[in-house]
């Protein structure tokens, strides 16, 4: 099984970036947990980080056909691009949404998730660890 997690905008500042809502952890921290999460349940996995949606927009097309899942974090993203939804919705690789902080607490602009309407399934406010339950739910989703 391989699965490709996708961070967007401002996620390799992780530690640097309002650490009062994102921790103070830094971002190849967060991509350690992954990779022994990973591991520890026999799953491949490749990282896209990128602050420029096309980039984003191409990662998750040139997934499909390699990629059985993806776990995939927008971030500012994730409240305005039909353009990831739709690649989202045309490569129809199970996805589960992944947001550090928990959006449903913060600004109401942040209440609206086009990547999410796409998604599997969506983890919100589990900071790094919201990752490692979404690559042991695809893991028992893909093998059913």
């Not at 099984?1 to 905008?9: A, E, Q, S, T």
């Not at 921790?23 to 602050?51: H, K, M, P, W």
Request: charged content about 20%; proline content about 3%.
């Amino acid at each position: 099984m391989k699965l490709l997690v996708i961070n967007g905008p401002n996620l390799n500042l992780l530690g640097l970036r309002e650490p009062a809502i994102y921790g103070s952890q830094n971002y190849e921290s967060l991509l350690a947990l992954i990779r022994t999460a990973c591991d520890a349940e026999g799953i491949e996995v490749g990282f896209v980080q990128s602050n420029h949606e096309g980039t984003i927009v191409d990662a998750i097309q040139a997934a499909y056909g390699v990629y059985d899942g993806i776990v995939i974090n927008p971030a500012a993203y994730t409240h305005t691009s039909i353009a990831i939804l739709d690649a989202l919705k045309a490569v129809a690789i199970p996805a589960v949404e992944v947001h550090i902080s928990d959006v449903d607490s913060r600004e109401p602009f942040r209440q609206v998730s086009y990547a999410g309407m796409a998604c599997v399934k969506t983890y919100k406010g589990l900071g790094f660890q919201g990752y490692v339950e979404a690559v042991k739910f695809l893991k028992d989703y893909l093998s059913k």
